[in-house]
């Protein structure tokens, strides 16, 4: 486990390295002064408090990439969660997901989303593979590029999560 936090760590520090460079580069060949920026890309990290455990409730990870469309307040994209009781057993979760904005901004505000994927429960010396789907309702606060989005989410095979997500924003200008 200790492998894989570390591996998520080494890949979130590389893509927000390189993420600050190309922002610098842009921010220096912006010459018109009528450009807007608008964000395509989120990248964040979270923390969840879920139900994702056959005994007790477990604490998570969560690793989180998001792409809005530009022509409508939709956002697609993936996430992992890693959960833990920490008494027995692990949960590591991968899903697509698929949000709407609404009440707010394009891209920023209340959303809902559904999430669509596969869990992976490892105990007892053993794998087992389930359907994951689920329903997941936050508000993102833009912050510049960056944002903080607090959620909660139900679906099956957990029965809940409560959590909060925090990541950088990446995009262009119109």
């Not at 455990?53 to 890693?82: C, H, K, Q």
């Not at 949960?91 to 697509?96: C, G, I, M, Q, Y």
């Not at 669509?116 to 010396?125: M, P």
């Amino acid at each position: 486990m200790k492998k894989l936090n570390v591996l998520i760590l080494l890949l979130f520090m590389i893509a927000v390295t390189n993420i600050f460079a190309q922002e610098e580069n842009a921010a220096q060949n912006n010459t018109a002064p009528n450009k807007t920026a608008y964000y395509l890309i989120g990248l964040g990290l979270g923390a969840e408090f879920n139900m994702n455990s056959r005994e007790m409730f477990a604490g998570g990870a969560l690793l989180n990439f998001d792409f809005n469309l530009p022509m409508a307040p939709i956002a697609v994209g993936v996430t992992g969660t890693v959960s833990s009781n920490f008494a027995e057993g692990l949960v590591v979760e991968a899903s697509a997901l698929f949000r709407w904005y609404f009440l707010g901004k394009k891209w920023s505000g209340f959303f809902a989303q559904a999430d669509v994927g596969a869990v992976f429960i490892f105990e007892e010396d053993e794998t087992k593979p389930m359907f994951m789907g689920g329903l997941k309702a936050g508000y993102r606060f833009p912050l510049g590029m960056f944002y903080v989005e607090p959620y909660g989410r139900v679906g099956y095979p957990f029965m809940f999560g409560i959590g909060v997500l925090a990541g950088i924003r990446i995009g262009g200008e119109k």
